[in-house]
Every structure is written in structure tokens, then in C-alpha cells.
């Protein structure tokens, strides 16, 4: 009996473990989101996911993470093993993602969605997400980009909206007045570890005919003579027409939004957040303020498309992701939730696109810029060196050597096509 | 030894405890908790650093032994050697200015000032502030657009243009090491005021009755006795700002151009924007002999200190 008891104790102890670790396994979903700059979406998540949890018994760990930081946490996540099952990221990092072979191909979860809904997925989110012509995530916005200006500043200078890559130099140049404190362009030029400046870069890259890679996704262009004359505009800005505050180089991706509500700048390059920040808060600037799409160039208009998108990670509990994903992109709840993201976040299904906001003239602006938006390989495919090429800030940290350390554009540009090419050699 | 006494042999003397086997076992199991922490927290994982920096890992893939490669690698990579070249201007000036600005203020609270309790409190504040929180507000303080400073320089008639504090490579790194400065502060004041607080009184009384003033008291009593305070002070605040990440990552993120980028910035853009997990990690190890000197130091000052 004495030999027997510790034995059953035993025996009851593993069972309880391993059924406690089956539970685990199949009724437990873990959720990295990440701080939204519109606080009412972080509220509006918790909010779900813990009526989700009850609804289905499913435990969820839900945590929110700033999107620099989610950045860090997911990449050592991967490296552990230890990754969640459902990660909010931004689009740039789906390539790196699928290019470490962590996340699954969504195609069947996107296409559950849409007969839920009876809705499409635009072609364009469905693209920014797309490796190899595979979707890597279900995309949940696209932020469509524009460019922001003072209409009261631009009055008094007796200029209008700029709707070439000219014309917005010009009217910095007759906007400027540093005297008074406020400067014609609000460029963010910091090593923040932000994409701003770099899908800045590649706008006025594409627009002027020239991009980073060719078609073929692997030949490396960056040292084009069109970029060279985009690299030379962005340094004399800087240094001769001074429209660009000095400060800028110490900007993160916040700086124009801030210095722009703080009334220095008059004309800022910014997803809507901007707009929906201000509108939030009651700026007194808004009404002051205008909207229009990215400049032109002699190429058309670009701009690098950003958005959210949720990954499901491979090995995870993708049956539970899928039906939270499933059930969040209904329009009882995504639905709900657009109006009050808009204009920062553009819908990803076609149908939400009929929503009363995007139906003011007014904004129509958001819905056309989303038109524009290109994947970050463009005009070749995302791949996963495009992806990295644009984390690491290859181009900015090459302009700031032409502004700061005074090396010509033609060189600092062949420096950063070494610098990519050995970044590809590594794939 | 008087009668009853143990008289002990020369040799009994030198026989330490280890030589008797119970007493070293017993030895070995009362360090064996502490051994374990050491190896299991800090030995192991600091061999697998070593041994990633040996290989070409990047994150998410699998990587391959390349031997002293990413060392050779950082030789011939102009980036690091400016990291280096920063992390030293960095940690010493700011070390520096730290000492000086330090042993001023201990010396000023050590007087009987009217409100010295509320004194010391207000100069602990930089120390309480958190970190993240600290550079953000100096962030803030440095803008061209928005800042205080500017704002005030300008106010003044100082200057005619806001200076771009955090973004012009001319001021950058001085910037930067003002805030680790401000925030360091506390720690050499309340370190130097314990040590000027111990030192006997009578000998300031002696010193004044034999006309040494307060600059040759100052000289011959206070600096003698704070040596000490001052070095391992030092030594411990050069070891912590050089690893100093975060000050410099809010504020500057290592720029403009790689103005503000030190040995901690470089490793953490390399393991997570390039991915390169055994270029970063050899990044970091090469910057441990630097370390390794300074802990020794240190550690000998304390064991002279406790002798």
C-alpha cells in the first residue's frame, strides 16, 4: 500500500498535467497587438477580445506593444521559438517574417473572410501583404498617405497646394520663415528606426523614374542618375533653401506630426493619423489645414503602402487565430471600428469603402491615395532583402551622410547599393 | 601564549581550512547555490554569446561556424571603430563632468545650509526620474521647433536662429552627454557627501589653526580622503555609461549620421534591423576586454577598501 501511494499520487499528478497542458494547447490564444497612435483602437481590442474570450471559452494573452518595441519582441520571439499566435505588425515586416519562414500562407483564412462577409479584400491590401504571390497575413488597414499643408500659410504667400515634386519645393521656398520659427517642410531625417523617411524617399525615387530594385527583384538600381537628382534636391532643400528645420535629423517618425501642431511647419508628408489626431483632440490647426495626394514627378505620383496586418505564426494555435481573425473581420465589429480609425486607417474590404466618412467630398482624398500605394520591392515583388533593406534605413542613414558629412549624393548613393548588395548576399 | 592557551605552529597558522576535507566540502556546498546562479545566469549564456559571435547567425535562420571572421570583419569596419571612438568620448566626458559637477554639490551640502534636507532631496530628483522618462523630456527641451532651451536662448537675444541641439553633428554628442550627466549627478554627489561626511572634524580644526584656508583644506584633507570614493565611483559610472542605451537611442537613435552611435547602439541595429545576431553579438563581446579591465579595478579597490 505504502509502495502504491506515492505511485498514484504520481500518476494522477501527470495526468493532471497533461490534460491541463491539452487545455492549454487548444483553449489558450496568445495576441501581440500594438499601440495604435488612435488611442480608441487599443480600447476598442481589449474590449473584443475579452467579449471574444468569454463568448468562446478560449483564454486569451492579449498584449500591446509600441510598434518599435513589437518589432524587437517579435524578432527575438522567433529566434526562441517562443513566438504568439496572432501578431498586429506593420506591412513592412511581413516580408521579413515570411522570410524567416515563421508565419503561414493565408490565402484560405482570406477567402473564409470573404464569404463570411460577402465583402472583397481590395487587390491592393491583399498585394502589400503578398510574398511570392502569397498572402503572409490578413491585412486589417491601409494607411493611405498625403500631403498636409497650412492653407492660411499658403494664402498669405499667395500659392497653391503643390501637385508636383517642383512645385512643393517652391512653395516651401515662399512659405519659409525661420525667423518666425516655421519652416516650409516638415521632413523627418532621424534615425528613429521609423519607415517614414524612408517610404519618403522611395516616393520621390518612383516618382522621379527611378527605385531601388529593378523589376526582377534582385538587381539593385539605388545609384540611378534619377535618384542622384532626388538625393541632390533633398540636400540643397536642407542646406541652401533651408526649408527643412536643422533640427529634423534628430525627428523620429512623431517630429512632423509634432512640429506641424506646434505650428512650425507648413507642409508635412503623413498617413492620416495626422488628421484623425488632430480632429480627436479639437486642434485649432485643422481648420487651417488642407489635404492632398503625394506630389507628382515626371512618373506619376507613389507613395510605399503601409498598413496593419495580423500574422498567424506557424506552429501556433492557427485553428483558434483563424476564428478570432474570422470573427474580428465582421462588420459588427471591424466595421464598427473603421469609422473611428478613418482617415488614418482606409479599409482593406471593398464594401466599407461605401462608409459616410469617405462619402464627403472632402475625403475622398484618402480613398485616391490608397490608389497610389506601391509594395516596397516596387516595380519588382516584396521580397525579404527589400524588407530588410528598408528596416536597417539603408537610404536615410546614406542622405544623412550627404547632409551632415557633406558626401556627394552620386556617392552616397553607390555606398548604400554596397550596402544593400551585401544585405542580399545574405539571403 | 599564557597557560591554558593554544600555542599554534607556524605551520598551523598558514593551514587554511580547505586542507581539511569536511571543511571544504562544507566549504563547497555553502558556495555551490551561488555557483550555480553564476554559471547558470551569467556563465552559460555568456558562453553562447561567445559562441554565437562565432558563427554567421541571423535572426530566424540557422547559422554556420565562420570562426574569428566576424571579429576580422569589425577590424576592417570603419563603423565600429567610430562607435568606439564615441562610447569613449561619451563615458569619460560625461564620467568626468559627472566627478567634477558631483564633488561640488557634496561639498556644498556638507555645509550647514538653511534647508539642506529639502537641498538633497531636490538633487536626487535626476537620479529618481526613470530613464526613458528623462530622455524623452530633455528630447523635448533640446527641439529647435518647440523646445524650452531654444525658446529661452532666443528670449535672451543668446541666439538669432534655434540651434538644432540633438540633430547637428557638432553638438550632438555633447547634447547627449549633458543628459547622461544631469541624470548621473546624484549619484557622485551622495557618494562624495558619505565620504566627506566621515571625516573627522578635528582635523579641519587642526588644519585651521595652523592657517590652512579653505582651498588647502580642501586639497590636503578632502581630496586624500574621497580618493578612493572617487575612483570606484568613477569606475562604476564609466562601466554603466558606456553601456548606456537608452539616453542615446530616444534622443538621437545614434545620429546625425553616426554622430551619437556608440558600441551598444551599433550592436542593436545590427541584431535587430540587419539581423545579423553573430555580427552584434561579436560587436558587443569586442568591447569586453574594456570592461574586464575596468571590473578588475574595481574590484581590487573595493578589496583594498574592505582591508
Excluded: C
Amino acid at each position: 500500500m505504502r509502495a502504491v501511494r506515492p505511485v498514484a499520487v504520481l500518476f494522477s499528478l501527470l495526468v493532471t498535467l497533461a490534460l491541463a497542458w491539452g487545455a492549454s494547447a487548444a483553449d489558450r490564444l496568445v495576441i501581440w497587438d500594438k499601440t495604435e497612435y488612435i488611442p480608441f483602437y487599443n480600447e476598442f481590442m481589449a474590449q473584443f477580445v475579452q467579449a471574444w474570450s468569454e463568448a468562446t471559452g478560449i483564454e486569451v494573452e492579449y498584449t500591446v506593444v509600441p510598434p518599435r518595441d513589437l518589432i524587437t519582441k517579435l524578432m527575438t520571439a522567433v529566434e526562441s521559438g517562443h513566438v504568439p499566435d496572432i501578431a498586429t505588425v506593420e506591412v513592412g515586416m511581413v516580408a521579413q517574417l515570411a522570410g524567416m519562414g515563421a508565419t503561414t500562407i493565408t490565402a484560405d483564412l482570406l477567402a473564409a473572410i470573404e464569404a463570411q462577409t460577402g465583402d472583397r479584400f481590395s487587390e491592393a491590401a491583399v498585394r502589400l501583404v503578398s510574398i511570392d504571390g502569397q498572402p503572409r497575413g490578413v491585412p486589417t488597414a491601409t494607411f493611405p498617405a498625403a500631403l498636409f499643408y497650412r492653407n492660411d500659410l499658403l494664402e498669405a504667400a499667395g500659392v497653391e497646394p503643390p501637385q508636383t515634386i517642383a512645385a512643393f519645393r517652391e512653395v516651401a521656398r515662399r512659405t519659409n520663415n525661420p525667423r518666425a520659427g516655421i519652416y516650409g517642410a516638415g521632413i523627418p531625417l532621424g534615425r528613429s528606426g521609423g519607415n517614414d523617411i524612408e517610404g519618403f524617399i522611395r516616393n520621390l525615387f518612383w516618382a522621379n523614374g527611378g527605385s531601388v530594385f529593378a523589376e526582377d527583384g534582385r538587381t539593385v538600381v539605388v545609384d540611378s542618375p534619377q535618384n542622384v537628382e532626388v538625393f541632390q534636391m533633398l540636400v540643397e532643400m536642407y542646406h541652401q533653401d533651408k526649408t527643412i528645420p536643422p533640427g529634423a535629423l534628430s525627428w523620429d517618425d512623431g517630429g512632423n506630426n509634432n512640429a506641424y501642431m506646434a505650428g512650425t511647419a507648413v507642409m508635412v508628408f503623413n498617413s492620416g493619423s495626422l488628421w484623425a489626431n488632430m480632429a480627436d483632440m479639437g486642434h485649432p490647426l485643422l481648420a487651417h489645414t488642407g489635404a492632398t495626394l503625394m506630389p507628382a514627378g515626371p512618373q506619376g505620383r507613389y507613395n510605399l503602402g503601409g498598413g496593419n496586418t495580423m500574422v498567424l505564426f506557424a506552429g501556433g494555435n492557427v485553428a483558434a487565430a483563424e476564428r478570432f481573425i474570422r470573427d474580428f473581420m465582421t462588420p459588427e465589429h471591424y466595421g464598427q471600428l473603421l469609422p473611428r480609425m478613418a482617415p488614418m486607417w482606409a479599409p482593406v474590404l471593398e464594401g466599407m469603402k461605401d462608409l459616410p466618412f469617405y462619402q464627403d467630398p472632402v475625403n475622398r482624398v484618402w480613398l485616391e491615395a490608397g490608389q497610389i500605394n506601391v509594395n516596397v520591392g516596387y516595380p519588382g515583388p516584396a521580397t525579404p532583402w527589400a524588407g530588410e533593406v528598408l528596416s536597417s534605413q539603408v537610404l536615410l542613414r546614406a542622405l544623412q551622410t550627404a547632409i551632415v558629412d557633406g558626401v556627394p549624393p552620386a556617392e552616397a548613393l553607390q555606398n548604400a547599393k554596397r550596402e544593400i548588395e551585401a544585405i542580399m548576399a545574405k539571403y | 601564549m599564557g597557560e591554558g592557551g593554544v600555542t599554534l605552529s607556524p605551520s598551523a597558522l598558514h593551514r587554511g581550512p580547505s586542507q581539511r576535507p569536511v571543511d571544504l566540502i562544507t566549504g563547497l556546498l555553502m558556495v555551490a547555490p551561488l555557483l550555480v546562479v553564476i554559471v547558470g545566469v551569467m556563465g552559460a549564456p555568456l558562453l553562447q554569446a561567445v559562441s554565437l559571435s562565432l558563427t554567421d547567425k541571423r535572426i530566424g535562420l540557422p547559422g554556420t561556424f565562420v570562426g574569428w571572421g566576424n571579429y576580422g570583419r569589425l577590424v576592417h569596419d570603419p563603423l565600429f571603430w567610430l562607435a568606439v571612438r564615441n562610447s569613449f568620448l561619451y563615458a569619460f566626458g560625461a564620467v568626468a563632468l559627472k566627478l567634477l559637477a558631483g564633488f561640488g554639490l557634496a561639498l556644498v551640502l556638507n555645509e550647514e545650509l538653511p534647508w539642506r534636507g529639502l537641498w538633497r532631496a531636490i538633487i536626487l530628483i535626476p537620479w529618481a526620474v526613470p530613464e526613458l522618462v528623462a530622455a524623452l523630456t530633455w528630447r523635448w527641451m533640446y527641439s529647435d521647433t518647440n523646445g524650452i532651451i531654444n525658446a529661452l536662448l532666443l528670449r535672451a537675444g543668446l541666439i538669432e536662429f534655434p540651434v538644432p541641439w540633438l540633430g547637428s553633428p557638432q553638438t550632438a554628442l555633447a547634447a547627449v552627454v549633458l543628459i547622461n550627466v544631469w541624470k548621473g549627478v546624484p549619484f557622485f554627489t551622495f557618494s562624495l557627501l558619505g565620504g566627506l561626511q566621515v571625516i573627522d572634524a578635528e582635523l579641519y580644526e587642526a588644519a585651521a589653526i595652523d592657517g590652512a584656508g579653505w582651498a588647502s583644506q580642501v586639497r590636503h584633507i578632502v581630496l586624500p580622503a574621497l580618493a578612493p570614493v572617487m575612483v570606484i565611483a568613477s569606475l562604476l559610472s564609466t562601466i554603466w555609461t558606456f553601456n548606456d542605451f537608452t539616453t542615446i537611442f530616444v534622443t538621437t537613435g545614434g545620429g546625425p549620421a553616426y554622430a551619437t552611435t556608440t558600441v551598444p547602439i551599433l550592436t542593436y541595429e545590427k541584431a535587430f534591423w540587419n539581423l545579423e545576431l553573430g555580427y552584434a553579438v561579436a560587436t558587443s563581446l569586442a568591447a569586453a576586454p574594456v570592461f574586464i579591465g575596468l571590473i578588475v579595478l574595481a574590484t581590487r579597490l573595493f578589496a583594498g577598501r574592505e582591508r
